[in-house]
Every structure is written in C-alpha cells, then in structure tokens.
C-alpha cells in the first residue's frame, strides 16, 4: 500500500530534550517536505527536500534542522525543541513534477512543556 | 508570491443541505489548485484537483469545485452534505512547476443532524 509513515503519532516532551520525528514513504518520490498545523494558520512548511542531499528552508524553518540521506526517509530534528514548537506536524511526499498532489503522513502532535 | 484566502473559519449546516466552502487565491501565473479534507485525528487526503482543461472539477465523495480564473476563485460544493462530512477542509495552490505548495487557514466543517 502506497504510504507516508511518521513516527511517533505522539509525543510529550521537555523543553531542550533533542527529539526526532521520522517520516518515510514507499511510493519513490523525490519531493518530501514537513508542516506544521496550528489553528488559524492552516499548514506552514517548515523544510523540503527536492531529492537525496538537497534540502531547503520553508517559510517557518527556525528551531529545526531535516536530512535527507536517502530517498524515502525525510526525518525531522528538533535540537531543542520549545514550549512554541507545540504542534501538528505532518510530513508530505510527491513524484516532485510541480502538478500531482502531495500525499501526507497522519500526522505527529507534538507537545513541548 | 501566492497565496490562498479561505473566507470561512467555521461553516456548521444541517444534513442535506447544500454547502459551499469558499477559496481565493493571489497569483500572477498560472496555478494548479487542490482542495484536501483532514478527517478528526487523521492526515490529508485530496478531494480534487485542477491541473487544466475543464473548469469544473469533481472529487471524491459527490464535491465538485469550479475554478474561475477571472475571481481568481476556486469554491469547494457539495448539492448534499452527510454527518460524515464533518471535517476541516484545506484549499492549496502550486504555482507552475514550483514545489511550494501553499494552504490556506481551513474551513472547518460540521454537520448535525
């Protein structure tokens, strides 16, 4: 079955502990990126990668850093993460040609105390 | 830079009725443009798309969404909405062969019965 997988789907944290949420998908696309959801804001993204070892700044790309080793897995890393990084974060992939749509994980709600 | 307006935060309607969630989007080149629905605790899942061709897009689970170049408008309809319905739904432009896909805030809708 043609997926996106991230892990955790939840996870309560402390402020400054590094955590990393992993996303990984099966389907051969070179596009991955992540969002975060916030009420009001729709979704925001926070880092993409066009293809293995090329990785970009989204619009709200500050507090994370992404790698992109090989083509499925898009993990994102939160050094040390803060009560304002409290959200839903989803990781997306897509074939990458600029006209398909993206198929999203279900999601990772994250809370940073 | 696009950007997407979705008019509504909240429309609440009665089973059977007929519902629109509205979409707006700012481009000064040609866009494709996707509704998504993200069901309570779930990812997003594509509704519709429009890449070309006819204005008038069908989708999954009876919507349809009308893309109207000169409003710049691309309303999401459903002739009957039904309980199952209920879910926030997100409006998405990308801009030519760019990767940066862009949301709007949502639409939440619900349905009683």
């Known amino acids: 079955e043609a997926q996106v997988t991230q892990n955790p789907r939840y996870l309560i944290t402390v402020t400054g502990k590094k955590l990393t949420v992993t996303c990984s998908q099966n389907?051969?696309?070179?596009?991955m990126s992540w969002y975060r959801q916030d009420p009001g804001l729709g979704l925001r993204q926070i880092y993409y990668s066009m293809n293995v070892e090329v990785t970009d700044k989204g619009d709200v790309p500050e507090g994370y850093k992404v790698s992109r080793k090989e083509k499925r897995n898009f993990p994102l890393i939160l050094e040390s993460p803060s009560p304002n990084q409290t959200s839903l974060y989803f990781c997306?992939?897509?074939f990458g040609t600029g006209n398909t749509e993206a198929f999203f994980g279900q999601g990772t709600r994250l809370t940073v105390v | 830079a696009q950007s997407v307006t979705q008019l509504d935060s909240q429309v609440p309607v009665f089973e059977e009725a007929p519902v629109e969630l509205r979409c707006n989007y700012s481009s000064s080149v040609s866009v494709y443009l996707f509704w998504y629905v993200q069901y309570p605790n779930q990812g997003l899942q594509l509704l519709l798309k429009y890449l070309s061709g006819s204005t008038l897009v069908k989708g999954i689970n009876g919507f349809e969404a009308e893309f109207n170049k000169s409003q710049t408008s691309f309303h999401l309809r459903k002739p009957s909405v039904h309980i199952s319905d209920t879910a926030e739904y997100f409006c998405a432009v990308l801009v030519g062969n760019n990767n940066d896909m862009r949301f709007g805030a949502g639409t939440r809708l619900t349905v009683k019965p």
């Open positions: 997306a992939s897509s």
């Open positions: 389907m051969n696309h070179e596009y």
